[in-house]
């Protein structure tokens, strides 16, 4: 079992940066590849990144990509995804998930409960 938590949401002014963390606690967090995955209100949750359990390879889509940068602290438990140049479009709640570097959710095991993240025009 792993828990995931994530912090660092908040509003923010189109263009400008944001920082979320997730922290996991349990299982050996280095064991795990993880995932960031976003909801707007009304559509589905979408991919937004993911990185390996070393740290390398990143993926990202082509919505966020040159934008964010996911990483990880393997020696902290912590995940991160540095979100820059935001638009109103990444407006959604932030989830990450453990146990896969797929773009697919079915593929992750194990999700935390979404920080939100509001970029006003």
């Known amino acids: 079992q792993v828990q995931l938590v994530e912090s660092g949401g908040g509003l923010v002014q189109t263009g400008g940066s944001l920082s979320l963390s997730c922290a996991a606690s349990g299982r050996t967090f280095s064991d795990y590849s993880m995932g960031w995955f976003r909801q707007a209100p009304g559509k589905e949750r979408e991919f937004v990144a993911s990185i390996s359990w070393s740290g390398l390879p990143t993926n990202y889509p082509d919505s966020v990509k040159g934008r964010f940068t996911i990483s990880r602290d393997n020696a902290k438990n912590t995940l991160y995804l540095s979100m820059n140049s935001l638009k109103p479009e990444d407006t959604a709640v932030y989830y990450c998930?453990?146990?896969?570097?797929?773009?697919?959710?079915?593929?992750?095991?194990?999700w935390g409960q979404g920080t939100q993240v509001t970029v006003s025009s």
């Open positions: 998930a453990a146990g896969s570097v797929s773009r697919l959710q079915r593929d992750y095991r194990y």
